[in-house]
């Protein structure tokens, strides 16, 4: 299966188990690690630990593969390591802090990623003012 499949499959977990702000970033020729890391976040400890074990289930019975997981147990952050694909899941203030995206993706679609977060986030704001 090639590292495109997996990560559509890792994708649709994510997106099953309502994972939220998941960003996807291209590693192919900047690191010989992996060809893709995913980045997404649970609202808390106990989401956190249910989207990587849910995740690490369904690749196992889709690929054959176990992918290794270090972290599930506090639930603060999961990495999950399939070899070709890279997860991590954060609670979002664990995420914050160590900002991965900032390190990992190239300035220009950090840049695109801040503005459509930031837009959201004020249509949102906007949409409560509007209820209220």
């Given at each position: 299966?090639?590292?495109?499949?997996?990560?559509?499959r890792?994708l649709?977990?994510?997106?099953d188990?309502?994972?939220e702000d998941?960003?996807?970033?291209d590693?192919?020729?900047?690191?010989a690690m992996?060809?893709?890391m995913?980045?997404a976040?649970?609202r808390n400890?106990r989401?956190?630990a249910a989207?990587a074990?849910k995740?690490?289930?369904r690749l196992?019975a889709q690929?054959g593969?176990s992918?290794?997981v270090?972290?599930?147990?506090?639930?603060?952050?999961?990495?999950i390591?399939?070899n070709?694909?890279?997860?991590?899941?954060?609670?979002p203030?664990?995420?914050?802090f160590?900002q991965?995206e900032?390190?990992?993706m190239?300035?220009?679609?950090?840049?695109?990623?801040t503005?459509?977060?930031?837009?959201?986030?004020?249509a949102?704001?906007?949409a409560r003012?509007t209820?209220n």
């Open positions: 299966m090639s590292s495109d499949q997996i990560l559509d890792i649709a977990s994510l997106d188990d309502k994972a998941v960003v996807t970033i590693l192919r020729g900047r690191s992996a060809d893709h995913v980045i976040s649970g400890a989401q956190v989207i074990e995740l690490v289930e196992k690929t593969h992918a290794r270090e972290g599930k147990d506090t639930g603060d952050w999961v990495l390591d399939t070709d694909v890279i997860v991590h899941v954060f609670r203030e664990v995420r914050e160590y991965l900032k390190m990992w190239p300035a220009d679609a950090l840049r695109s990623a503005l459509d977060r930031l837009r959201a986030e004020h949102a704001e906007e003012k209820q």
